[in-house]
């Protein structure tokens, strides 16, 4: 089945205290996102990869860091969390290219910074 | 620039009443894509529909219709005869391929829906 993972689902934390949210895809996908979700802001971009080793700035990439050493997997790192990094985060993947692609996502992860 | 304007923040209707929720998007890009996305209480968010640029058709699926408007730059979408596990929050999702930044995606800042049984 055609899945993005991300793990863990739920987290609550400290300020300062260093997290990485995982993702993992099957789908052999090039192009992978994260996007955080705040109300009334719908989803913004955080980060992207093209593919292996290839990273970028979305929107809102200050206060993250992201790696992408193997194609499946793209973790979201947050080395100092804060309060206003508390939201819903989502991993997507989609093929790369013009035509006929789709964003598949994982489930979400709900981040609670006290 | 990209950009995608969902105007109606929140919308209740009564069961069994059709629904309308409003997409406008600008864009540059001659070819590009749309899509809506489905996010219910549980959270997860899941697929409604893509259209391309070039498809001007209407479709319907069940009682969800979509209307892709080129020369408004409007995807609008349609519930007919609402029922309570509709409600949720609706997000409407322009995307574009540039070879330089990928396939990005852009949101709308989502419809939250409400049918009052």
């Known amino acids: 089945e055609a899945q993005v993972t991300q793990n863990p689902r739920y987290l609550i934390t400290v300020t300062g205290k260093k997290l990485t949210v995982t993702c993992s895809q099957n789908?052999?996908?090039?192009?992978m996102s994260w996007y955080r979700q705040d109300p009334g802001l719908g989803l913004r971009q955080i980060y992207y990869s093209m593919n292996v080793e290839v990273t970028d700035k979305g929107d809102v990439p200050e206060g993250y860091k992201v790696s992408r050493k193997e194609k499946r997997n793209f973790p979201l790192i947050l080395e100092s969390p804060s309060p206003n990094q508390t939201s819903l985060y989502f991993c997507?993947?989609?093929?790369?290219?013009?035509?006929?692609?789709?964003?598949?996502f994982g489930p979400g992860t709900r981040l609670t910074v006290t | 620039a990209q950009k995608v304007t969902q105007a109606q923040t929140e919308i209740s209707v009564v069961e069994k009443e059709d629904v309308t929720l409003d997409c406008v998007y600008e864009?540059?890009?001659?070819?590009?894509?749309l899509f809506w996305y489905k996010q219910p209480p549980s959270g997860e968010l899941v697929f409604l529909i893509r259209r391309n640029s070039f498809d001007e058709q209407n479709e319907i699926s069940g009682r969800y219709s979509w209307n892709f408007q080129k020369s408004t730059s409007s995807f609008n979408f349609t519930i007919t005869a609402s029922q309570v596990v509709d409600s949720a929050v609706y997000f409407c999702a322009l995307s574009a391929f540039h070879w330089d930044t990928g396939n990005q995606f852009y949101f709308g800042t989502g419809t939250s829906l409400t049918v009052i049984p």
């Open positions: 997507a993947s989609s093929s790369l290219g013009p035509s006929d692609y789709e964003q598949y």
């Open positions: 789908m052999n996908h090039e192009y």
């Open positions: 864009t540059r890009d001659t070819t590009y894509y």
